[in-house]
């Protein structure tokens, strides 16, 4: 475990134990055999903000996982983790890199881009060290995933679901050895490091608490009580297909409502973005069968007015970022809600 000095009020120097964030490697994507390790903060930012060339095949790159292994076990699985220790979001949606960078500004984070990466679809991922020894319990991490999604889109980053379940696992910043990948690589890091800051980029204020996320971006609400799911010999359903579509519409008009009270009260610097991500948002529910475009659109288009964009920007907004989500696609929103 390395340490660090620090210089008292009464010119004495001491030493420090560097905090420590528990990791598991893994020897390519095939490999369920993790090996638990601790990353410093220099070790991490080594490990992330460095781009190398792999000539191999991609699967069988380097990998890790940010999480604490249930004690005993020697398998990579969700039932297999006890917490996890960093919140890591895939952005391959193709958002500028400068709004990647920016998410989080007031937080210690890391960012590189991926293996598929180009400047032409911009494709990254994001890392945010957990507070020190405040690891999230993996009974929490389905709402932590939640919040962080949210609070992603609501600055304009659209990130994968896929990276909600708490043991998978992620490849280091490698690149193939053509020589346009390894030039068009970026990589960025916010700290955590424990030598002095000396760069001329503004140094954050911490670190990133799960408990602020789940706190500051609640689960939208819906106007309906009762969510009971009945038991069959067949598993587990909703009591009918009508209950389950109001329940899908109305957790969608939640979502939308969420984001239409956020950007009516956002200044200057944020409210395209905002009503970008939203609109865009409109475009996956729509296309998920969870929600009416038409009004939701107006929704965001009212809330946008009130924030003080032009009508004319907001229609141009309203119209590109429903066509993004179009094409991404249908929102999981079954998985967002549990099911």
């Known amino acids: 475990m390395d340490s660090d000095t620090r210089v008292g009020g009464d010119g004495e120097v001491r030493s420090e134990v560097a905090p420590v964030w528990p990791v598991v490697l893994f020897r390519g994507a095939r490999d369920n055999e993790p090996k638990p390790r601790e990353w410093t903060g220099d070790v991490m930012v080594r490990a992330l903000a460095v781009h190398r060339t792999w000539t191999g095949e991609k699967l069988h790159a380097p990998a890790w996982s940010p999480v604490v292994m249930v004690e005993g076990a020697v398998r990579r699985a969700k039932k297999n983790v006890a917490a996890v220790s960093m ?58 995933w939640g919040a962080a999604a949210r609070w992603a889109a609501e600055h304009g980053v659209t990130v994968d679901s896929a990276a909600k379940d708490p043991s998978r696992l992620y490849f280091g910043p490698y690149t193939s050895s053509d020589i346009v990948a390894k030039e068009e690589a970026v990589a960025w890091a916010y700290g955590p490091v424990t030598n002095p800051w000396t760069e001329d980029k503004p140094r954050p204020e911490g670190y990133l608490d799960w408990g602020w996320l789940v706190s500051s971006y609640p689960e939208p609400e819906t106007d309906l009580d009762d969510w009971k799911v009945v038991k069959s010999e067949a598993g587990s359903r ?42 865009r948002l409109v475009g996956q529910l729509e296309r998920a069968g969870a929600i009416r475009a038409e009004d939701a659109l107006a929704e965001l288009g009212s809330a946008a007015e009130t924030a003080g964009l032009s009508r004319g920007e907001i229609q141009r907004t309203l119209r590109s970022g429903y066509a993004a989500g179009q094409a991404d696609g249908a929102y999981d929103i079954d998985g967002e809600m549990g099911q």
């Open 87 to 144: 919140l890591v979001l895939d952005c391959d949606a193709g958002e500028p890199l400068e709004t990647l960078e920016a998410l989080g500004s007031r937080f210690y984070r890391l960012g590189h881009t991926s293996w598929s990466h180009t400047t032409g679809h911009p494709k990254a991922r994001l890392v945010f060290p957990f507070r020190p020894g405040r690891w999230c319990p993996v009974a929490e991490w389905g709402a932590v």
């Open 238 to 279: 909703f009591d009918s297909n009508e209950r389950h579509d109001k329940r899908r519409r109305a957790f969608g008009a939640g979502m939308v409502r969420h984001r239409a009270e956020k950007l009516a009260t956002t200044g200057q610097g944020g409210r395209n973005g905002q009503l970008f991500a939203g609109a």
